[in-house]
């Protein structure tokens, strides 16, 4: 049992020294960025790994674990998982992919300064933070017109207007907290799909 546990924490620590060497590239935009666009694009051609805490907490309460039953309790009393858990299945998800990825994308994260320092002592310090802007009216026609065929009650104006309000409040420290290391690169997400990724391939050719 002992040489288990020895050879797992080995693993683990093996694990993390990996993650020291990669490349872990925050990705931030308000809902109709088109981040989430972009993030595929980036997969594509860097060879990166895409991670969304969002996919990452569904998938495991759709896994029937002892963690997602725990976690779906949680969800449907309207808490807030613990940052702990967050944290412990997005290291998890990257020590498995250490050896194959060539960097990671953590898509909208994080969502305040405390979670970005939570991030750093547990996994290791992001190297660029990607800042996709878009003007909130921009956000809001995207939404409007994903909300024409989606079907997703919170596609109405109203409650587009909330989570943009939402996003910004939150989202303001964390760029200037990020800033004052000089790792923020800000993407101008107005025009096509192709104009935008050009300007994310720039920041990231900078750091390859």
Excluded: W
């Amino acid at each position: 049992m002992g040489t288990i546990c020895s050879t797992r924490n080995n693993t683990k620590v093996q694990g993390s020294e990996k993650l020291k060497k990669s490349k872990i590239i925050f990705v931030v935009g308000g809902p109709g960025s088109g981040k989430g666009t972009q993030c595929e694009r980036i997969v594509e051609k860097y060879g990166y790994t895409h991670l969304s805490t969002g996919d990452l907490l569904r998938a495991e309460v759709a896994s029937g674990s002892q963690r997602g039953k725990k976690l779906s309790a949680i969800m449907e009393k309207g808490e807030l998982v613990p940052l702990d858990t967050v944290l412990d299945m997005l290291k998890e998800a990257m020590i498995a992919k250490a050896d194959v990825s060539k960097g990671f994308l953590i898509d909208g994260y994080p969502r305040e300064v405390k979670q970005g320092e939570e991030f750093e002592k547990k996994i290791g310090p992001p190297t660029l933070l990607l800042y996709v802007d878009a003007e909130s009216d921009t956000m809001v026609k995207r939404l409007l017109k994903r909300g024409e065929t989606s079907g997703r009650v919170d596609d109405n104006e109203e409650t587009i207007k909330k989570r943009l309000d939402t996003y910004y409040k939150a989202t303001e420290p964390v760029i200037a907290f990020y800033e004052t290391r000089g790792i923020v690169q800000k993407i101008h997400a107005e025009g096509t799909v192709d104009d935008v990724f050009q300007q994310v391939c720039t920041a990231l050719d900078a750091i390859q």
